[in-house]
């Protein structure tokens, strides 16, 4: 059977959110709560892959286009980066050791651009047939269902309010992506989000969960 394009693309968050999972236990087992490097080089690499094998450069070039309609849109989408602020405050010092702040700082970064042009950019080009909820409820859920990968060896990332909370961020950004035809504002909320989340610092766990 020869799968179409639209078909490859919209069964691949199965694939990603295997292959994590087994990374997280086959690393876990190995290096422990530092299994998130490998889980997230890994997933940095099959993002590309799937974003430059089925996209092409002014679709790409599109998704970073000038915002449209009411710009409150993209206030909405920079007020989910902003919730994990108080964490920040809480436990920066995490961040002490060279070894933490690093990795922190470069998923800062780079992370946001991969997942908005995967999650947000490819996912939904490729569902726009699809009602607007069933595609922003659909790319929501499999994006929350991909970060329960990090509560395999990190007691931070148990359970379902990880689960929850990037299911609510990923129905608004989706909408806003959906409202503004653009993925700028978006990924700059996702950069605030991995930025004030202490993401290596919480993968470790060097703070006490639910001490905010």
Known sequence: ????????????????????????????????????IPIILIEWCLFLFFIYRYSDREIRTKWLQRPKGPFLWNLLALLIGFLPLPLFLMHYQALGNWNVWVPWILLALINPWLEEYYWRGLLLEHSKKWSNWAAILFTSLVFALNHAVFGVNSELNKGMTIIVSTFIMGIVWALVFKKTSSLRWIVLAHFLVDFFNLSAASFLDLYEKGNW
Not at 22 to 28: E, L, P, R, S, T
């Open 1 to 36: 059977m020869n799968l179409t394009k639209k078909q490859i693309v919209l069964a691949s968050p199965i694939l990603i959110i295997a292959i994590n999972f087994g990374n997280a236990f086959i690393f876990g087992g190995i290096i422990g709560k530092w299994a998130f």
